[in-house]
C-alpha cells in the first residue's frame, strides 16, 4: 500500500541555520503531497502542497518540490527562527482518494536554538 | 468561525468504561475524519466520512464507532475503552486538498 517516509527526528538547529526534512513516498501513479507543521500543544496546520510532478510548494519561507523520479518531497527553509520549532508531517492523498484519507508519515520534531 | 472544535480537551477512563468524543465544524465541509497519534508512529486514520449518512474505516478501526448524522457533527465512540487506546485523538474536516485539525484530546486509559 501507500506510505510515506520522513527522516527520524529529533534535529536540532541553531538559528539562521539551513534545514531539510527528507520526505519520500511509495504509491500508485502521482498523489498529492503535503506538509503539515504541529506547534506545541496544538492541532495539525498545513503548511504547504503540491500536486503534480515539478511543483513547488512553499509558505513562510518553507519550500518543498514534488521530485516523481526520486518520489521525494524534501521540506527546506533557508534560514529557520526559534518559532519554526515544531513538529513537521509529510503526507499523501492517495491518487483517486477522499479528501478525507490522508497517509501521514511519523512526523520530524525541530527544535530550534537561539 | 469557529473552525474544528472537539471536547473534552483531556480525559481518564477506566478500562472497560466507554464515552464519546465530541467533533463539530462550521464551514460546511462534506469531509471529516478521525486520527489517533502516538509517539513514534504518526497520524493513523481511524474513520472518515464523505458526506452526512456516510461513513468508512480507515487503518485501525478497532474498538471505535462514528456516525455521522449532520454535517456539522462526526462523534467518535469508544466502546469498551482498552490501554492500548491512550493517545492523542485529532478530529479534521476537508475542503478540496486541505484538512483543518481541531486541537485534539488527550485521552488515557488505566
Known amino acids: 500500500g501507500d506510505s510515506v517516509t520522513q527522516m527520524e527526528g529529533p534535529v536540532t538547529l541553531s538559528e539562521e541555520a539551513f534545514l531539510t526534512i527528507n520526505c519520500t513516498y511509495t504509491a500508485t501513479g502521482y498523489p498529492s503531497l503535503f506538509w503539515y507543521v504541529q506547534y506545541p500543544g496544538e492541532g495539525l496546520q498545513l503548511l504547504l502542497k503540491?500536486?503534480?510532478?515539478?511543483d513547488k510548494g512553499s509558505n513562510k519561507g518553507f519550500e518543498a518540490t514534488y521530485r516523481k523520479e526520486t518520489t521525494s518531497f524534501h521540506l527546506e527553509k533557508g534560514s529557520v527562527q526559534v518559532s519554526d520549532s515544531a513538529v513537521y508531517f509529510c503526507a499523501l492523498r492517495p491518487l483517486g482518494g477522499s479528501q478525507g484519507n490522508l497517509i501521514f508519515g511519523k512526523g520530524t520534531k525541530l527544535s530550534v536554538k537561539p | 468561525n469557529a473552525g474544528v472544535t472537539q471536547t473534552p480537551k483531556f480525559q481518564v477512563l477506566k478500562t472497560g468504561q466507554s464515552m464519546t468524543l465530541q467533533c463539530a465544524q462550521d464551514m460546511n465541509h462534506e469531509y471529516m475524519s478521525w486520527y489517533r497519534q502516538d509517539p513514534g508512529m504518526g497520524l493513523r486514520l481511524i474513520h472518515y466520512s464523505v458526506g452526512a449518512g456516510i461513513t468508512d474505516q480507515g487503518e485501525v478501526p478497532n474498538g471505535y464507532n462514528v456516525s455521522r448524522s449532520t454535517t456539522e457533527d462526526f462523534p467518535l465512540r469508544l466502546l469498551s475503552a482498552a490501554p492500548s487506546q491512550t493517545s492523542v485523538y485529532f478530529c479534521a474536516s476537508s475542503k478540496g486538498d486541505r484538512q483543518y485539525f481541531g486541537p485534539g484530546t488527550r485521552l488515557t486509559v488505566t
Open positions: 503540491a500536486t503534480k510532478a515539478d
